[in-house]
């Protein structure tokens, strides 16, 4: 194995912390793997230890650092995402919200996301499916709770919003629109998908004093 199974035990936490040298480029290469195995094998017939030879690593150490499929697929999926989706600072979260919309899509675009975006939108009631879906959307509401956070901070928002919901009006049809329907994804329908997702949240604004 080319890499030391150690540096897989260090977590890589936190939005937009990376680590860097061998131990990011160890754990790009299992990302990576995940993505490769679950394009061609499905949740279903995943296999950690093909992810592990794929990436050139010992199955022990991938195992030490994500115990089960969903963990590890969904570390694979919040990595891709980090590259991919930003954490943006435009002044405003319509403005915020909006550039991650536009990001998502090119994340669609991706042949290699394709599979990870299928999982986590599937309606499958496999248990595996089930359990990776709740740990990816976990991870990505967490990777943008900064954004909600300085809409509160700013007087956009309340404390108490449902940020989780918030995306979930964004993003469910935004997928609805590229892989369904297949009509065109314009800024006018983002826009609109911004706009109707922050509604309900935008009216009950907390009042300045």
Known sequence: MRENPEELAVADEGPRRRMGGRSARVLDAVANAVLEELGESGIEEFSIPRVAARAGVSSSS??????????????AGDRMARETIPFPDLGSLRQDLL????????????????????????????????????????????????????????????????????IERAAGPLYFRFFISRLA???AFLEQLVDAALAPVLAQKPRRR
């Open 99 to 166: 550039r991650v919309l536009q990001e998502v899509v090119e994340t669609f675009r991706d042949p290699k996301s394709r599979a990870l975006i299928a999982m986590a939108f599937s309606g499958s009631d496999s248990p595996d499916v089930q359990r990776a879906q709740t740990t990816y959307w976990q991870m990505r509401v967490q990777e943008q709770q900064p954004m909600f956070d300085r809409a509160i901070a700013r007087g956009e928002i309340s404390p108490d919003t449902d940020t989780g919901a918030i």
């Open 62 to 75: 991938v195992y030490r650092r994500w115990p089960n499929k969903a963990t590890l697929i969904a570390f």
């Open 185 to 187: 994804i314009t800024q």
